[in-house]
C-alpha cells in the first residue's frame, strides 16, 4: 500500500527558505503513470495546489508561486522535495505531498500533511 | 486560471438525507472534475473523478454529475461518518485550482 510522508521543519523564519520532503514507501517514484504534487492548505481555509514534478524531473508549477519555488525528485532515496523561498506568514499552512496519475491530474493518494508555521 | 465556485459554504443535514453540493467552473472543463472528503485533521480522499467516476472503496451512496461549467456531488443516505468538509477540484488546465469547500455537519 502506498504511503507518503512530509518531513521537516515546522517553523521557518520570514524571508526565509521553506523547505520539505516527502518519502514514498509501497511504491516506486519511478512509476511511469504518476506525478508527484504538493498542495497547501492555510489553517481553516481552502486548497492551493503549489506544483507537481515527474520522476525524470519536469515540473508543473502553480504560476502565484513559480518565482520562488523548486521541485525535485531524488530517486535513489525514493524522495521528492519542495523548495520555496522568500517566505511570509501568508506561507503558514499545512502543506501535504500527493501523487495523481499523468493522465488525470486529480490526487489519489496523499500524505498527512506537514504544518509550516512562518514567524519570528 | 479558472475559478472553482462552491455552494452552499456550509449544510445542516439529518441521517438518512440526501444532500447535493454544487460546483461551478469559470469556464468549460468539460468532465475534468473531482471531488474530495477531509475530515477535521487530515488530508483530503478522493470520492469522484471525471465528474461522475466512482472512486475504488467509495461507498455508492455518493454519486457525480454534470460536466462543461456546472457540476454536482449527491450524497444519498446520509450517515454520521459523512459529516465533512468537501471539495471540488478542476483537471482541465494547469494551474489546478480547487473549490472553496462545503461544510457539511449531521
Known amino acids: 500500500q502506498l504511503q507518503l510522508q512530509e518531513s521537516g521543519p515546522g517553523l521557518v523564519k520570514p524571508s526565509g527558505t521553506l523547505s520539505l520532503t516527502c518519502t514514498v514507501s509501497g511504491g516506486s517514484i519511478n512509476n511511469i503513470t504518476y506525478y508527484w504534487a504538493w498542495i497547501r492548505q492555510p489553517p481553516g481555509k481552502g486548497l492551493e495546489w503549489i506544483g507537481s514534478?515527474?520522476?525524470?524531473?519536469?515540473?508543473d508549477y502553480n504560476p502565484s508561486l513559480k518565482s520562488r519555488l523548486t521541485l525535485s525528485v531524488d530517486t535513489s532515496k525514493n524522495q521528492f522535495s519542495l523548495r520555496l523561498t522568500s517566505v511570509t506568514a501568508a506561507d503558514t499552512a499545512i502543506y501535504y505531498c500527493?501523487?495523481?496519475?499523468?493522465?488525470?491530474?486529480?490526487?489519489?493518494?496523499w500524505g498527512l500533511g506537514a504544518l509550516v508555521t512562518v514567524s519570528s | 486560471d479558472i475559478q472553482m465556485t462552491q455552494s452552499p459554504s456550509s449544510v445542516s443535514a439529518s441521517v438518512g438525507d440526501r444532500v447535493t453540493i454544487t460546483c461551478r467552473a469559470s469556464?468549460?472543463?468539460?468532465?475534468?472534475l473531482a471531488w474530495y472528503q477531509q475530515k477535521p485533521g487530515k488530508a483530503p480522499v478522493l470520492l469522484i473523478f471525471a465528474a461522475s467516476s466512482l472512486q475504488s472503496g467509495v461507498p455508492s451512496r455518493f454519486s457525480g454529475s454534470g460536466s462543461g461549467t456546472d457540476f454536482t456531488l449527491t450524497i444519498n443516505s446520509l450517515q454520521p461518518e459523512d459529516s465533512a468538509t468537501y471539495f471540488c477540484?478542476?483537471?482541465?488546465?494547469?494551474?489546478?485550482?480547487f473549490g472553496g469547500g462545503t461544510k457539511l455537519e449531521i
Open positions: 500527493a501523487r495523481h496519475p499523468a493522465r488525470w491530474e486529480v490526487f489519489d493518494s
Open positions: 477540484q478542476q483537471a482541465n488546465t494547469y494551474p489546478l485550482s
Open positions: 469556464q468549460d472543463i468539460g468532465d475534468w
Open positions: 514534478v515527474y520522476y525524470r524531473g519536469s515540473t
